[in-house]
């Protein structure tokens, strides 16, 4: 089975034209002010409608009002959100999308738990743990953390590049990986080089574990 590939945290056109023609299956929009990755709802629809055909757009929130997310989806064409704070299944469903709930991984966490609270979730992110950071650390966390078995596709995040990137697809096995900071030049801003380097991994890891 092929490994999906979303790269998050566009905030330029071009970045995302590049990497949707270097054959991506996402991109990743992140609304989250405090972000440094954060995209206005202007520049948003700037970068959607540029976008070729088959390229899904994922909308990430963190701990957001209903409101903002509702007039996010009222104006940028969303495939899918991603929620990357403490929102309850119950907050995740209310907007009739697929949508994906992210976690963030440490000692003690019961995936298998959270897959039965999110059980119509699109798929888990999992994500390292940092305190106070909701995502794009960088960081890895420890693989030996994800349970062999999960009733939902584990989506792979968490301090991915070109360097380790054909190791977690063999050794993890994921329906899908996440890459932000692994392939930018400087945050919110991507590195062609990077992406299309990470993309060859992938695929090399693929046809190794294939």
């Known amino acids: ?43 948003a629809i700037r970068i959607v409608n540029a976008l070729p055909a088959f390229t899904s757009v994922v909308a990430l929130f963190v701990d957001e009002q209903e409101t903002q997310i509702r007039k996010v989806l009222s104006k940028v064409s969303i495939d899918c959100l991603q929620f990357h704070g403490d929102e309850p299944a119950e907050a995740c469903r209310v907007y009739g999308k697929r949508y994906i709930k992210a976690v963030r991984m440490q000692d003690g966490i019961d995936i298998g738990a959270l897959a039965r609270h999110y059980h119509d979730a699109a798929g888990l992110l999992l994500d390292a743990f940092h305190p106070g950071t909701k995502g794009g650390t960088g960081s890895r966390f420890d693989w030996e953390l994800i349970p062999e078995q999960c009733t939902l596709p584990v989506i792979l995040a968490g301090g991915l590049d070109e360097t380790n990137v054909k190791q977690a697809v063999q050794k993890v ?16 801003v991507k590195d062609s080089l990077k992406m299309a380097a990470f993309i060859k ?6 046809r190794v574990t294939t």
């Open 173 to 188: 096995k994921p329906y899908a990986l996440d890459v932000s900071s692994g392939v930018e030049a400087e945050k919110g």
């Open 201 to 206: 991994q992938v695929y090399e890891g693929d």
């Open 1 to 43: 089975m092929r490994t999906r590939v979303k790269i998050c945290g566009f905030t330029r056109v071009e970045d995302a034209v590049y990497a949707a023609h270097l054959g991506i299956d996402a991109i990743g929009l992140v609304f989250y002010p405090p972000s440094p990755r954060h995209v206005e709802i202007e520049q």
